[in-house]
Antibody, heavy 125, light 111 residues
Framework: EVQLVESGGGLVKPGGSLRLSCAAS????????MNWVRQAPGKGLEWVSS????????YYADSVKGRFIISRDNAKNSLYLQMNSLRAEDTAVYYC??????????????????WGQGTLVPVSS | QSALTQPASVSGSPGQSITISCTGT?????????VSWYQQYPGKVPKLMIY???NRPSGVSDRFSGSKSGNTASLTISGLQAEDEADYYC???????????FGGGTKLTVL
């Protein structure tokens, strides 16, 4: 059974930093593109970042580019999101999400098939 | 403002059919067959309902179907049931740097 378990969320002050982790199990983690998708309270879904299976290809939403860093450790079956210079508008539940992709020189995300339970990150003074 | 446009709400009575639209551009919905739909109950995790425009994952009821015409994709739910009441989000691959875009979500109410 595929399982994605996020951790590391919690209250942080504006301008602060936080590192989210996602522990994966039940599938060959090193073969899959992984993503972070967030959802602000009462709002819709927003894709945040994507990393290819070998970390070769990394993408970010404009809203987090230059502040967030996605990474993975295939030996530990883990995905990470380092969040710096946090703002109130970054307040959200952050989901670790597996994606099915096509690759022809560029990553094409076909769909998201498994989602973690999410971890809440409130940014407030 | 979301990249893909969905109606904020739709409603229907049990047994009826409803359709939720998802409008994008030729850079996303219209240009690729990588539209997917997700169902989310309040406080719960999104669940994949339709992928690649019209495919259903194993275990998803055949009352759910998807289609696309031009820059607009649609999710149709037939034989509405009370358990279908949830939020529904569309998503598409995009050729822009964003990589993936979501719709703003549609709240389905079963009357």
């Amino acid at each position: 059974e595929v399982q994605l378990v996020e951790s590391g969320g919690g209250l942080v002050k504006p301008g602060g930093s936080l590192r989210l982790s996602c522990a994966a199990s039940g599938f060959t983690f090193s073969s899959y593109n992984m993503n972070w998708v967030r959802q602000a309270p009462g709002k819709g879904l927003e894709w945040v970042s994507s990393i290819s299976s070998s970390s070769t290809y990394i993408y970010y939403a404009d809203s987090v580019k230059g502040r967030f860093i996605i990474s993975r450790d295939n030996a530990k079956n883990s995905l990470y999101l380092q969040m710096n210079s946090l703002r109130a508008e970054d307040t959200a539940v952050y989901y670790c999400v597996r994606a099915k992709i096509s690759f022809g020189g560029i990553i094409v995300i076909r769909y998201f098939d498994y989602w973690g339970q999410g971890t809440l990150v409130p940014v407030s003074s | 403002q979301s990249a893909l446009t969905q109606p904020a709400s739709v409603s229907g009575s049990p047994g009826q059919s409803i359709t939720i639209s998802c409008t994008g551009t030729s850079s996303d919905v219209g240009g690729y067959n990588y539209v997917s739909w997700y169902q989310q109950y309040p406080g719960k995790v999104p669940k994949l309902m339709i992928y690649e425009v019209s495919n259903r994952p194993s275990g998803v009821s055949d009352r759910f179907s998807g289609s696309k015409s031009g820059n607009t994709a649609s999710l149709t739910i037939s034989g509405l049931q009370a358990e279908d009441e949830a939020d529904y989000y569309c998503s598409s691959y995009t050729s822009s740097d964003t990589l993936v875009v979501f719709g703003g979500g549609t709240k389905l109410t079963v009357l």
